[in-house]
């Protein structure tokens, strides 16, 4: 039994053959926008290297929590970036000031280009309609099509500068991720659905991004909030908001696809 035999390098997200078993990145997705007064719902992700720059990402993380983070939090310290940036808890209003936040910001960019990880992004307007659907809600669609739409960016990436090599998709395990990503993979697997969302499916079936999105907590993950920091700063320039401009063109050349519906 088992449905191994089928696909001799495994399935991959859309259920089809891998191009091979050779699994040599990870891709960390977050996504921001989903509040009431956002614009623009984001879905980012920075794809790293297992062997060449996961370590160092995570050491460089630490490394930034050790030097810039008030000792009295520093035990079990997880990075959030709209707590960062807002002074909200485990912070103190006051004490935690807009600048020390800006000093980390810079010090995750700064990681982010010197390490050479890729950043994927896409965007759908929170005003764009959507087919509607009973099980669903318009704002778990949105995040759907972000969702698929950035993981294309991925395949297409891989295809392109990973040759016979595929990647591994994590995201924080919250319930509305879960919900949007079961969507992604209905998506997926019922082509229909991708040509009603106006999804580009040039690079269907997807043949490198293995079996299904992997679920890890936030403190578990120094690459998941370093993919937080980067869909956040997204959203900001989406809002057009100038405290992070300089931020944003830090990690521009890192982006290996730029594109928004």
């Not at 995570?58 to 997880?78: H, K, N, T």
């Not at 016979?164 to 019922?190: F, L, M, P, S, T």
């Amino acid at each position: 039994g088992g449905g191994m035999s089928t696909f001799p390098n495994g399935a991959s997200l859309s259920g089809h053959n891998l191009i091979s078993s050779n699994v040599t990145r990870f891709v960390y997705l977050d996504e921001s926008g989903t509040g009431k007064g956002d614009t623009h719902l984001v879905v980012a992700g920075i794809v790293v290297h297992a062997d060449k720059q996961l370590n160092e990402l995570e050491s460089r993380i630490a490394e930034i929590a050790d030097r810039l983070i008030p000792g009295d939090i520093r035990p079990g310290f997880v990075f959030h970036a709209v707590d960062l940036f807002n002074a909200n808890k485990p912070f103190t209003k006051g004490k935690w000031t807009f600048d020390d936040a800006m000093e980390v910001g810079s010090a995750f960019a700064k990681a982010i280009s010197e390490t050479g990880v890729g950043i994927v992004w896409r965007s759908i307007l929170r005003s764009t309609p959507v087919p509607s659907h009973a099980k669903f809600s318009t704002l778990a669609i949105q995040h759907s099509i972000a969702f698929v739409s950035t993981l294309m960016l991925v395949e297409g990436f891989m295809r392109s500068n990973a040759a016979g090599e595929v990647c591994i998709a994590v995201a924080e395990n919250i319930k509305e991720h879960k919900e949007a990503i079961k969507q992604a993979q209905r998506v997926y697997r019922d082509q229909s659905l991708i040509f009603e969302m106006g999804i580009d499916h040039s690079l269907l079936p997807l043949r490198t991004i293995k079996d299904t999105v992997h679920f890890v907590e936030k403190a578990e993950s120094p690459a998941i909030q370093m993919a937080d920091f980067v869909c956040y700063l997204i959203r900001k320039a989406h809002m057009l908001d100038k405290r992070f401009v300089d931020l944003v063109r830090t990690i521009s050349p890192s982006v290996i696809a730029k594109s928004s519906s």
